[in-house]
């Protein structure tokens, strides 16, 4: 069990899974016109889904933060989860799929600061510290290191970004290959998230997580009615569209395909439900490897 000073912050993220909410400018990286800017607003596609753009899915791997055991790293999961699908559609579906890894940014992400704290990996970060981390130093396939669900951020040593064992033991990889982040921000409101998610992919929101999110199952539309709000949770936002009339989210979520539809959520849109719309979105562009050749 934790003591101390841990023991108290894995208590106070027990009513969220991990999102610690920057306060301040927040920091981006942004070289090419926006598609909020460039898009008519008014003529965008009325549905868009990772799972099936044009007959094919880019959609990465679901997983699952809370597992070998609990870990408040739900904003490591949905910035690598929206960052791969990213990947893929411009690689063009090249395979294997990029399926970024997690568990480094859990060991190497301290900042920025947010609520005057750095990022604490298990103990809760921001997906804007976790682009912000990428543009400078990459991060590996999650063949490189898997995820543990344990670490603070101050476990960023080779070893822990890269890793191969043997019978002898294990050792760090030297120079391994990174993905790493060209541009990096924010949109607020439906239109802003439907024109960079139809335009250039998933992006990543920040939610409440009130005990109805947490209990959903099924393929119906989640809307929360007692006014939730809060920089709780982190998902990806894979898509939107319109199901019998009322429109939604598409989401992917970090807790197992056990939860939810398959681990995939829809939640009613428009309506800033949770505080999807007004709360935190993040977006970021993807660098191209050499080696990643666009098809």
Not at 102 to 131: D, E, F, K, R
């Amino acid at each position: 069990m934790p003591h101390g000073t841990a023991a108290l912050s894995l208590l106070a993220l027990a009513a969220g899974q991990g999102h610690r909410r920057m306060l301040g400018p927040l920091p981006s990286i942004v070289k090419s016109p926006l598609p909020q800017d460039y898009l008519d607003l008014t003529a965008l596609p009325p549905s868009w889904d990772v799972r099936d753009v044009d007959g094919r899915s880019f959609a990465t791997s679901n997983r699952n933060q809370h597992i070998p055991q609990y870990c408040g790293s739900c904003w490591a999961h949905a910035s690598t989860s929206s960052l791969s699908d990213r990947i893929n559609l411009l690689r063009g579906g090249v395979t294997p799929f990029a399926q970024l890894s997690p568990q480094v940014l859990v060991h190497c992400v301290t900042g920025p600061q947010h609520s005057g704290a750095p990022a604490q990996g298990c103990l809760g970060g921001n997906q804007i510290a976790a682009y912000d981390y990428m543009a400078q130093h990459g991060v590996p396939d999650e063949t490189c290191q898997n995820y543990e669900a344990r670490g603070n951020g101050t476990q960023c040593t080779a070893m822990n970004i890269c890793r191969d064992c043997d019978h002898s033991g294990c050792r760090a990889v030297e120079n391994p290959p990174l993905w790493f982040v060209e541009e990096h921000g924010q949109v607020y409101g439906e239109q802003q998230m439907m024109a960079e998610i139809s335009a250039r992919g998933p992006i990543g929101c920040t939610i409440a997580d009130p005990q109805t999110l947490k209990d959903f199952k099924g393929s119906s539309i989640y809307n929360d009615t007692t006014g939730a709000l809060g920089f709780a949770h982190d998902v990806s936002v894979a898509g939107y569209g319109t199901q019998d009339g009322t429109p939604y989210w598409l989401a992917r979520n970090s807790w197992g395909v056990y939860w939810g539809d398959e681990g995939w959520f829809k939640i009613v849109r428009g309506v800033d439900n949770l505080g999807i719309e007004s709360q935190e979105c993040s977006w970021a562009v993807p660098r191209l490897r050499a080696s990643a050749t666009v098809v």
